[in-house]
Nanobody, 120 residues
Framework: QVQLVESGGGLVQAGESLTLSCKVTGKIFAINAMGWYRRAAENQRELVAVTTKDGLVRYGDSVKGRFTVLRGDTKTTVSLEMNDLKPEDTGVYYC??????????????WGTGTQVTVST
């Protein structure tokens, strides 16, 4: 059974930084897309950042230039470095991976989510 374990969420003030991490465990034959989505209150889940094993990367428009998605050396971890956080970045962040799919659509496997709250 594939599991995605997220960590690193929390409460920060606007302008501060936070890094989220996700580790993939269980039997998965390969990992292509690895990335992050988020859901703000009463909103739909939206893409934050995704990267593929070939190095392709896509960011949501609202986070470009502030967030960076990185795959770990072990190929089973992915992190999200978030800088200059804004109150509108508040939401639940979900790790997402897929063995085959690329930048879109969202992958097959999801984490349970980690809360990020940015105060003014």
């Amino acid at each position: 059974q594939v599991q995605l374990v997220e960590s690193g969420g929390g409460l920060v003030q606007a302008g501060e930084s936070l890094t989220l991490s996700c580790k993939v465990t269980g039997k998965i034959f390969a990992i292509n897309a690895m990335g992050w989505y988020r859901r703000a209150a009463e909103n739909q889940r939206e893409l934050v950042a995704v990267t593929t094993k070939d190095g392709l990367v896509r960011y949501g428009d609202s986070v470009k230039g502030r967030f960076t998605v990185l795959r770990g050396d072990t190929k089973t971890t992915v992190s999200l470095e978030m800088n200059d956080l804004k109150p509108e970045d508040t939401g639940v962040y979900y790790c997402n991976v897929d063995p085959v799919r690329g930048l879109e659509p969202a992958g097959r496997y999801w984490g349970t989510g980690t809360q990020v709250t940015v105060s003014t």
